[in-house]
């Protein structure tokens, strides 16, 4: 069965950071590219962040250029968000997500069941 | 980056009815791009649609998509109690993605 498992989340003040974690088992990550997907309280869905599978390609929404990080460690199946210069306004529940044989035109076939970052003082 | 409106905000319906959910973007998209979701409270979003009329894997035949350039629908044929949720529909363009801002099916 594919499943992606969330870690990391949690409080933090603003200015601070944060490391999310995914685990992937049932499938390995390495031939698909991967995204991070948020969804503030009771808002809706935001992509953040995609990797491609060698980590060739790496792109970002505004919101978060130039202080998210993504990443992955194909060996380990797992993807990584590196939060720093956290904002009242990055809460929300971060999903991993995997396109999958779906294509890279879904942000999402597999999804883990999201963990909570809150920013807040 | 491309804009997606989805109407109407929110959809009362009752079990059996016919649910017709619009999704319009500010520029064309592929079909092949176009992506409906359904969520529901607590959960993670789930695939329904892709290419804009491809069933995903274990979605029943009542959910249909449709649709090209700026305008595509979702379909529910027959609603069933499970069906009352929160439907995003997402596009692909330049490595990007946008979801729309969804729509909510409630009961009537």
């Known amino acids: 069965e594919v499943q992606l498992a969330e870690s990391g989340g949690g409080l933090v003040k603003p200015g601070g950071s944060l490391r999310l974690s995914c685990a992937a088992s049932?499938?390995?990550?390495?031939?698909?590219?991967m995204n991070w997907v948020r969804q503030a309280p009771g808002k809706g869905l935001e992509w953040v962040s995609s990797?491609?599978?060698?980590?060739?390609?790496?792109y970002y929404a505004d919101s978060v250029k130039g202080r998210f990080t993504i990443s992955r460690d194909n060996a380990k199946n797992s993807l990584y968000l590196q939060m720093n210069s956290l904002r009242a306004e990055d809460t929300a529940v971060y999903y991993c997500?995997?396109?999958?044989?779906?294509?890279?035109?879904?942000?999402?076939?597999?999804w883990g069941q999201g963990t909570l970052v809150t920013v807040s003082s | 980056e491309i804009v997606l409106t989805q109407s109407p905000g929110t959809l009362s319906l009752s079990p059996g009815e016919r649910a017709t959910l619009s999704c319009r973007a500010s520029?064309?998209?592929?079909?092949?791009?176009l992506a409906w979701y359904q969520q529901k409270p607590g959960q993670a979003p789930r695939l329904l649609i892709y290419?804009?009329?491809s069933r995903a894997t274990g979605i029943p035949d009542r959910f249909s998509g449709s649709g090209s350039g700026t305008d595509f629908t979702l379909t529910i044929s027959r609603l069933e109690p499970e069906d009352f949720a929160v439907y995003y529909c997402?596009?692909?363009?330049?490595?990007?993605?946008?979801f729309g801002q969804g729509t909510k099916l409630e009961i009537k």
């Open positions: 997500a995997s396109p999958g044989p779906r294509g890279i035109a879904v942000a999402g076939n597999s």
């Open positions: 049932g499938f390995t990550i390495s031939i698909y590219s």
């Open positions: 990797i491609s599978s060698s980590s060739s390609y790496i």
């Open positions: 520029q064309s998209v592929s079909s092949s791009y």
């Open positions: 290419g804009a009329s």
């Open positions: 997402q596009q692909y363009s330049n490595a990007l993605y946008t």
